[in-house]
């Protein structure tokens, strides 16, 4: 798509690498089998490969000049459906055994919540994002990534950083390095609690402060002198807690 002129407000940063297309399209491991959804498929650079080995793809493109333009290039290929919506107002009305996409920075988490919010039509999430981000997502306890993002995307999902993309393959060139995630859903949560909601208001109010111990940051929701009763020692900070952690305190407070 030659004389394509980016969005910045769009965060578009279009791969042009051909070796990391091939990463990609290898790491999704695709199949005739697959009903897969990308996510902002761009100049169709993933798309021309997707849409020749899986048995349907739906591609939602919210830049209405490339929807046009992928509508031309992709007319011969009837198991492509193409969309010209924005991806966080897109309601999974299907099953996909695949989401694919190289999300923009900028609304990268919002796309990950949305499809968590949706988890139950999915089956794996194949994503490009920013590399930070995706450190914080697989990042464990006591590690200065570790926070309540991480926590909410480990509750439902289990992800993987399967590989690095530098800067210089995407044009216009971006700031920093990106990451290929896979994100597989989990049939159930990683813990088991009564109240969901609970756990992760724990989770964000102890992360509000994070540099403070759980005594003082729970206070609200656990007496100061019941935290002990927990098998949590209550002179902890968040980021020395695991889900489990959270957990049995979620629990404690519900019993």
């Known amino acids: 798509m030659t004389g394509f002129i980016p969005k910045r407000s769009l965060g578009q940063n279009f791969l042009i690498d051909d070796n990391i297309k091939r990463k990609i399209i290898q790491a999704c491991q695709l199949s005739l089998d697959d009903n897969v959804l990308e996510i902002g498929p761009g100049l169709g650079v993933l798309t021309e490969e997707i849409v020749k080995v899986v048995k349907s793809i739906t591609a939602v493109e919210k830049d209405t000049r490339l929807w046009a333009q992928l509508k031309d290039k992709f007319k011969d290929f009837p198991n492509l459906k193409l969309l010209n ?24 988490s919002p796309i990950i919540e949305h499809l968590i919010n949706q988890k139950d039509k999915i089956n794996a999430v194949y994503i490009s994002l920013q590399k930070e981000l995706a450190e914080r997502i697989v990042a464990k306890p006591g590690n200065k990534d570790y926070g309540s993002f991480s926590l909410f995307v480990q509750y439902h999902c289990q992800p993987e950083i399967k590989f690095i993309i530098r800067k210089g393959c995407f044009r216009p060139q971006p700031k920093v390095d990106s990451a290929f995630m896979e994100l597989t859903i989990r049939k159930t949560p990683k813990v088991l609690v009564k109240d969901e909601q609970l756990l992760f208001k724990i989770v964000r109010t102890a992360f509000g402060q994070r540099r403070k111990m759980i005594v003082n940051t729970l206070r609200n929701f656990i007496p100061r002198d019941e935290i002990s009763h927990t098998g949590i020692d209550p002179n902890c900070r968040p980021e020395e807690l695991s889900l489990e952690d959270f957990a049995k305190i979620a629990e404690f407070i519900v019993k």
Do not use: A, M
């Open 85 to 108: 919506q924005d991806f966080l107002k897109f309601k999974l009305n299907r099953k996909f055994s695949k989401v694919i996409g190289n999300i923009p920075y900028n609304i990268s």
